[in-house]
């Protein structure tokens, strides 16, 4: 049984700063991917960021620069920073994790029920 509880999310306005942080707890193995996607209205999800188990990331083009995904094993808790934030990053986030495929951001199968982030 994998949990994976999301927080951090608001409102901000545009060029501001959030901190995303995702906990979690049951059998997630230490190799395993955590990845943050992202789903606006009217919009499928897209990955945002994924951070495999050696510390190698992958980023959307669109949040390159301005996003920075962390994990800290010891604390079971996976984080997105997020800077310089434009009316686009508008969505609900998700964590995510599994066996994970960081080229494609694909194979998460366990996800979180989401943080919203509204930038105006």
């Known amino acids: 049984h994998v949990q994976l509880v999301e927080s951090g999310g608001g409102s901000v306005q545009a060029g501001g700063s959030l901190r995303l942080s995702c906990k979690y707890s049951?059998?997630?193995?230490?190799?395993?991917?955590m990845g943050w996607f992202r789903q606006a209205p009217g919009k499928e999800r897209e990955g945002v960021a994924v951070i495999d188990s050696g510390g190698t990331t992958r980023y959307a083009d669109s949040v390159k620069g301005r996003f920075t995904i962390s994990r800290d094993n010891a604390k079971n808790t996976v984080y997105l920073q997020m800077n310089s934030l434009k009316s686009e990053d508008t969505a609900l986030y998700y964590c995510?994790?599994?066996?994970?495929?960081?080229?494609?951001?694909?194979?998460?199968?366990?996800w979180g029920q989401g943080t919203q982030v509204t930038v105006s």
């Open positions: 049951g059998r997630v193995y230490l190799n395993w991917c």
């Open positions: 995510a994790t599994n066996v994970g495929d960081i080229a494609t951001m694909t194979k998460f199968g366990y």
